[in-house]
C-alpha cells in the first residue's frame, strides 16, 4: 500500500458530486489514487473538476430517485472504469417544514433524494464489493436524525434517521462479505444548503452552541469520508460517525 496515495486503483462513486461536500469528497478520494465516478442531477456542477482531473474522474448525470437511472448509471461507470469499489451516498437536499406544513410531494421528494437513491446505488454495487470480498459504502446521516432537527423539517430529520437505520442494515449484511458500511453525521457544514438558508442571528446563535466555535469545513467532513473508507478501516463497521463539534455528544 502506497502511504501517499492508500486507495490507488480503487474505484469511487459519489453522489451529490456537483456540491460543496461532495466536491470535497471527490478532491480527496481523487488524492488517495482513486478513480472517481461523480454522480450528479446538475451536469454543470461537476464540470469544473471534471476538466481539472481529466481521465481519472467521470461525470455522470442521473437522477438518483429513479432505480432506472441510476442502473443506467452504473453501468456506464462499470464500462468507464469497472466495479465500484467505495461508493458515497452524498446526495441529499434540505427542507425546513415541520409535521404540519409537510404535504405528501415534499415527503416524497425528499425521501427521493435522501434516502431512496442510497439503497438504489447499494444495490448496484453491492454485488461485485461482495465478490471480490472487499468494499466500503459511507452513506452521509446528519445531527438531525439524532436530535429531530434542530433546524431541519420533520422529511429531513426523518429521511437521515432512516439513512442511518439503512447504514446498521447493510452492515449486518454485508460484514462476512469483507464490505463495510458506516454513516457520518455531520451538523452545519459551510455549503450553501445548509449556512445560506439561516439568517446571520440564526448562524451566530448556532456558533454559540457549538463547543468548537465554528461551523465545520467540507475538508473536514471529506476527510471522515477517506478515514472511512480507507483500507485501515475495514474493523469498523455499523458505525454513525459524529462530526459536529461538540454539539451532541453520546
Not at 148 to 167: D, E, N, P, Q, R
Request: proline share 4%.
Amino acid at each position: 500500500m502506497n502511504p501517499a496515495q492508500p486507495l490507488e486503483g480503487k474505484v469511487a462513486l459519489v453522489t451529490g458530486a456537483g456540491g460543496t461536500m461532495g466536491r470535497a469528497v471527490v478532491r480527496a478520494l481523487h488524492d488517495d489514487g482513486c478513480r472517481v465516478a461523480m454522480v450528479d442531477l446538475l451536469p454543470a456542477s461537476m464540470d469544473g473538476l471534471a476538466l481539472e482531473y481529466g481521465e481519472r474522474v467521470f461525470a455522470v448525470t442521473c437522477d438518483i430517485a429513479d432505480p432506472a437511472a441510476v442502473r443506467e448509471a452504473h453501468e456506464r461507470v462499470v464500462q468507464r472504469f469497472g466495479a465500484v469499489d467505495i461508493l458515497v451516498n452524498n446526495a441529499g437536499i434540505l427542507s425546513n417544514n415541520k409535521l404540519e406544513a409537510t404535504d405528501l410531494a415534499e415527503w416524497r421528494r425528499v425521501m427521493g433524494a435522501n434516502l431512496d437513491g442510497a439503497l438504489f446505488w447499494s444495490q448496484c454495487v453491492v454485488p461485485a464489493m461482495k465478490a471480490a470480498r472487499w468494499g466500503r459504502i459511507v452513506n452521509t446521516s446528519s445531527l438531525a436524525a439524532k436530535t429531530g432537527g434542530l433546524t431541519a423539517g420533520t422529511a429531513y430529520s426523518v429521511s437521515k434517521g432512516a439513512m442511518s437505520a439503512l447504514t446498521f442494515s447493510l452492515a449486518r449484511e454485508l460484514a462476512a462479505h469483507g464490505v463495510t458500511a458506516n454513516a457520518i453525521a455531520p451538523a452545519y457544514v459551510k455549503t450553501p444548503m445548509v449556512t445560506e438558508q439561516l439568517t446571520e442571528a440564526q448562524r451566530q446563535e448556532l456558533v454559540k452552541q457549538i463547543p468548537v466555535g465554528r461551523f465545520c469545513e467540507p475538508e473536514e467532513f471529506a476527510h471522515a469520508v477517506r478515514f472511512l473508507a480507507s483500507p485501515l478501516s475495514g474493523f469498523i463497521t455499523g458505525e454513525v460517525l459524529d462530526l459536529n463539534g461538540g454539539l451532541l455528544m453520546d
